[in-house]
């Protein structure tokens, strides 16, 4: 080779070198499919009757952000402390992680951030000029008076018990929730703007039309309170007690003085709840359901528990009289049920068996067979077809007959965000919103992040933590609480081991997967580079958590 | 230190004393067991390398070139049908000048699933500008890979080491072993010029067109004429140290031959029985094993062969549509070397044999260079013991 050109040639890298960036080469123009962050609703959230954002706040917790954490559960939920108590916890029973160890304990680390927060602060936005007043200060209208107070309006709550609380303090044990906490929550809440009117009964001590008059908005939340009445021969007996009625003396400390042996009729949390609370003051309950212990309509690990500190159950049977000698109750007699074809809850419903009876020996009866609610102070009693009528909102259980302190907090939210919206623009609208439309991030509720949206490479099975419980006796004898709380320690490590389904929480596997380097961090969050990103899709097929999607581009 | 090792186990025991600092490899037989020993090695702390567990051999050697890229001592390992899937990055490697050395069995190619010897996966991969070397003996396998790390490093050319599926890669063998120090004295401190470095950002292999792009190419020639020489010094360097050299070629009783044959790696070794025997009869016969293949020694082998009356060339391979694939390299080689009145062209004849890892005999062979030199082998190229009269396996009837 011509000495001159090998010069050139030594003088050449070994290969071609260019200082230039190639981003000026919009390869990614070519595509016809491209990804896009699209966080999902997880199974928690979608089971959530309060509509938390629970994927989200326990990313903070598990990122060590614990006030964070806090401060977001508390946005869309009042009483966080006393849920994470008493919630019979929907959102662990479709918990992706189940397969992997166990479900995340949801309920444990909700009650941590809710007694964590006891000292947050969160502040409302400007006054809106608009007074609200919301009858009942049970979880329903305690709700539906924080989520207004933050929207900057004035409310007011009324209620004609002592102490704000509603059935939280009248009708569930200490053992279950201790009266403190609940007392921290209201505070709280008092603390956010949320006047409480106790001791006013609306109906008695003023008139609903004088708030009217004076509120742009009044909300029923008044519960039900009012046990069934028991309608059998005998039921008018003195030792025949009302289990709404009961629990509210036995939680006051006002409790009469009890027969030996009780029965207590019925299946439901009421029941459950009075049957181990009088098992604690030294008498024997013997729960009666007229069906099985699967179509009880009780939290089952409240069942379980029950159970445990040796409550007896009289399954398929129905009481028939409550037999009287000389005065005394000597027996509830029963009538033998068995279960027939499924009625309109989906349960088999209980069938009497002809010319089967028997006798339990017992010396009180205790009815905890459902509530009503009492609506007398509102015009038109209990007429369902005028429940929307200008100048009312019900809220909770008045309106749904959920039963569950979650469905309550749950409704209370969405009629205050109904409510908000009446009060700016005067109208009411015509559905309630969706709870999780209001969490203030883009979530594309209608896709759940189902298991098969998940990449199961990235995750390993870790064992669901022990949770501490503390048996006072057996029977037991005090009120005192029975589940202990998680430690700070305890909290994060559950909160780690969250998929975090659905959800984005920036573990940053599609930045570094992504070959053409088309992910970009910007501003704390992540974006496509679109004219460099090729569609390959594999920051798609990598994310973890299914918050990911793939489209067609649209030219 | 003496030992003996098979094969395999010579290659691993050379790229652990060469201290690579990332293997990414996939396993493939009769490799598998140089990168499970290597593997092992990284597991026990004794050898301490990034071992990359990758999902095919195209992306064994993409891990090699990415490790490559920013200044690391790479290895890999493959065979047959995972050599094939890694032709495009073998162009790669080669392109970017990357010092990369890999190790393949030389094993047949399916369909007609076959894991035995046949040079055609190697051979397939002449053109990516790779040097290829052909080893004969385990010793040979464990001096090369060494020998390779030098020589690509000096030319920024990768290196490919052949040893033959099951003749040597699984067949025990006397070996000594250098000391550490003879390996960390041999290899030169390297770093490459191109490195990504995030110091000085560049971008390496950008969009070249044709202002630059051919003069790249020629650099990789350029690099490879160069290489002839290099594989020459680190030869005798090595025998310096160690006592043991190879040569481009390797000549045996080749002087004063009239019949040559031309063989590379194990069938070599068979051959040499075969010349002795032939010589015992008188037969003027030599051999010359071709030891390096690319960079090509043209000059080497014209010397040896330019001269002679008769040089048959032993193919384990076949370029489908013309002869065996060293057959036309050795023509190619002679062309070069014009006949003068004194000295007759020698008459070049191909003998294709030993595929799919049939074995080929000292007989074999004595008879091949027997019925040559009686001029009983007739047309240019011979597919030696697949004649007519051969029993077919009745399980492989399928025309039936």
Same mark, same amino acid.
């Given at each position: ?13 070994e290969?071609?070198?260019s200082?230039?960036?190639?981003t000026a ?40 952000d ?17 849920? $994470? ?6 959102? =662990? ?27 947050d602060?969160l ?46 303090r ?17 505070a709280?809440? !008092? ?19 004088s ?14 309170h009012?046990?069934?009445a ?14 709404v009625e009961?629990?509210?003396?036995i ?33 024997k309950p013997?729960?009666?359901?007229r ?8 939290i089952?690990?409240e ?48 069938v009497?068996?002809?010319? !089967?009876?028997?006798?339990i020996?017992v ?26 009528y ?10 749904t007959?959920q ?13 205050a ?20 439309r209001?969490?203030g ?16 490479a ?37 909160a780690?081991?969250?998929l975090c ?14 070959p ?12 496509i ?9 594999i ?12 489209g067609?581009?649209?030219r | ?5 098979k ?5 691993a ?9 990332v293997?990414s ?5 009769p ?10 090695m990284?597991?026990?702390?004794q ?5 990359i567990?990758? =999902? ?8 090699c070139?990415?490790a490559a ?39 047949a190619?399916g ?13 397939? &991969?002449?053109?990516t ?31 490919m ?8 890669s699984?067949t ?6 250098p000391?550490?120090?003879?390996v960390?004295?041999f ?13 000085r ?31 020459q010094k680190?030869? !005798?360097?090595? &025998?310096t ?34 010349i ?6 008188g037969?003027p ?5 071709l030891?390096v ?30 002869? $065996? +694939? ?18 007759q062209?020698?008459q ?8 799919? $890892? ?11 260079m ?8 007739t ?9 007519p009269?051969?029993e077919?396996d009745?399980?492989? +009837?399928?025309?039936?």
């Amino acid at each position: 080779m011509p000495a001159a050109e090998s010069c050139w040639l030594d003088e050449l890298a070994e290969v071609a070198l260019s200082e230039q960036s190639t981003t000026a080469i919009n390869t990614g123009s070519w595509k016809s499919i491209a990804p896009r962050y699209e966080d999902k609703l997880p199974p928690c959230s979608e089971l959530c009757p309060a509509g938390n954002d629970i994927s989200k706040v326990l990313s903070l917790l598990a990122k060590s952000d614990v006030a964070g954490a806090a401060k977001l559960l508390r946005t869309t939920n009042p009483i966080p402390a006393t849920l $994470g108590r008493v919630c019979p916890h929907f959102c =662990e029973s479709h918990c992706n992680r189940d397969a992997l160890g166990g479900s995340i304990t949801v309920h444990m680390l909700e009650r941590f951030l809710g007694d964590y927060s006891l000292a947050d602060e969160l502040w409302p936005s400007a006054k809106s000029g608009k007074k609200v007043a919301v009858i009942g200060a049970g979880p329903a209208g305690i709700s539906a008076a924080y989520a207004l107070t933050l929207k900057g309006h004035e409310v007011q709550v009324f209620d004609d018990k002592p102490k704000p609380g509603g059935y939280l303090r009248t009708g569930i044990p200490d053992y279950r929730l201790p009266k403190t906490t609940l007392d921290r929550e209201i505070a709280l809440a !008092e603390r956010v703007g949320v006047r409480f009117r106790p001791n006013t009964r609306v109906g008695r001590d003023i008139a609903i039309e004088s708030l009217q008059k004076r509120f742009h908005a009044v909300i029923v939340a008044v519960g039900l309170h009012k046990s069934r009445a028991l309608d059998v021969p005998g039921a008018d007996h003195s030792n025949v007690y009302s289990g709404v009625e009961l629990l509210e003396s036995i939680l006051a400390g006002e409790a009469p003085k009890l027969p030996r042996v009780v029965a207590v009729i019925g299946g439901g949390n009421t029941a459950i709840d009075v049957a181990r609370s009088v098992l604690r003051l030294g008498v024997k309950p013997i729960v009666v359901y007229r069906r099985t212990e699967k179509e009880m309509p009780a939290i089952a690990s409240e069942v379980e528990e029950a159970k445990k500190e040796s409550v007896e159950f009289q399954f398929l049977a129905a009481p028939a009289q409550v037999v009287i000698q000389n005065g005394n109750i000597v027996a509830l007699e029963c009538q033998k049920m068995k279960l027939g074809n499924p009625d309109s809850s989906g349960r088999r419903s209980p069938v009497a068996i002809a010319n !089967e009876k028997f006798r339990i020996d017992v010396s009180g009866v205790i009815a905890a067979t459902g509530e009503l609610a009492d609506l007398s102070f509102v015009r038109k009693e209990n007429d369902h077809e005028n429940k929307k009528y200008d100048g009312y909102f019900f809220a909770g259980d008045v309106a749904t007959g959920q039963g569950t302190v979650a469905a309550a907090v749950g409704h209370g939210l969405q009629v205050a965000a109904s409510v908000d919206s009446y009060l700016r623009t005067g109208n009411r609208p015509p559905d309630l919103p969706d709870l999780r439309r209001l969490w203030g991030r883009n979530v594309k509720v209608e896709k759940v992040a189902a298991a098969e949206l998940l990449n199961p490479a990235y995750f390993h099975t870790r064992p669901q933590p022990a949770i501490t419980t503390i048996q006072h006796g057996l029977p037991p004898t005090t009120f005192d609480e029975i589940a202990q709380g998680f430690d700070l320690e305890e909290a994060q490590s559950e909160a780690r081991r969250c998929l975090c389904c659905g959800t984005c929480n920036q573990c940053l596997n599609c930045y570094y997967w992504c070959p053409d380097i088309a992910v970009h961090r910007e501003n704390g969050g992540l974006t496509i580079d679109s004219m460099h990103c090729k569609g390959c899709g594999i920051c798609v097929e990598e994310c973890p958590r299914g918050a990911m999607s793939m489209g067609e581009v649209l030219r | 230190m003496k030992t003996v090792l098979k094969g395999n186990s010579a290659v691993a025991q050379a790229v652990g004393m060469v201290r690579p600092q990332v293997i990414s490899a996939y396993p493939i037989t009769p490799q598998t067991s140089i990168i499970e020993e290597l593997a092992d090695m990284v597991a026990t702390g004794q050898l301490e390398a990034r071992f990359i567990k990758v =999902e095919s051999e195209h992306s064994a050697m993409a891990g090699c070139i990415a490790a490559a890229s920013v200044g690391a001592r790479v290895f890999t390992a493959t065979s047959s049908h995972g050599l094939a899937l890694m032709h495009e990055m073998l162009h790669w490697a080669a392109a970017a000048r990357l010092p990369v050395v890999m190790v393949n069995c030389n094993r047949a190619l399916g369909p007609g699933w076959n894991l035995w010897a046949d040079h055609t996966d190697s051979l397939s &991969q002449r053109d990516t500008g790779w040097m290829q070397i052909y080893c004969a003996s385990a010793q040979e396998v464990f001096d090369t890979v060494v020998q390779a790390y030098e020589v690509s490093q000096r030319t920024l050319l990768p290196s490919m080491v052949m040893l033959d599926a099951f003749f040597l890669s699984h067949t025990y063998e006397d070996i000594d072993l250098p000391e550490q120090d003879v390996v960390d004295r041999f290899l030169s401190p390297f770093e490459l010029p191109h490195r990504l470095d995030l110091a000085r950002p560049t971008l390496v292999s950008p969009v070249t067109d044709e202002d630059h792009y051919m003069e790249f190419r020629r650099k990789i020639a350029v690099a490879h004429e160069q290489a002839l020489r290099e594989w020459q010094k680190a030869d !005798e360097r090595w &025998q310096t140290m160690t006592g043991r050299s190879y040569g481009l070629i390797e000549a045996y009783h080749n002087r004063d031959a009239e019949i040559v044959l031309v063989a590379s790696s194990t069938i070599a070794r068979t051959a040499r029985v075969a010349i002795d025997h032939l010589r015992a009869r008188g037969l003027p016969a030599g051999l010359v094993r071709l030891r390096v293949f690319r960079p090509f020694p043209a000059a080497a082998l014209r010397s040896a062969l330019a001269r002679k009356k008769q040089v048959i060339v032993l193919d384990r391979d076949c370029s489908f549509g013309h002869h $065996g +694939i060293y057959h036309q390299e050795i023509k190619s080689a002679l062309f070069d070397a014009p006949p003068t009145p004194q000295v007759q062209a020698p008459q070049v004849q191909g003998v294709i044999a030993g595929l799919g $890892g049939r074995d080929v005999t000292p007989e074999d062979i004595s008879e091949i260079m027997s019925l040559a030199w009686q001029n009983k082998l007739t047309g240019p190229v011979t597919w030696w013991d697949t004649l007519p009269e051969k029993e077919p396996d009745s399980v492989l +009837i399928a025309a039936q």
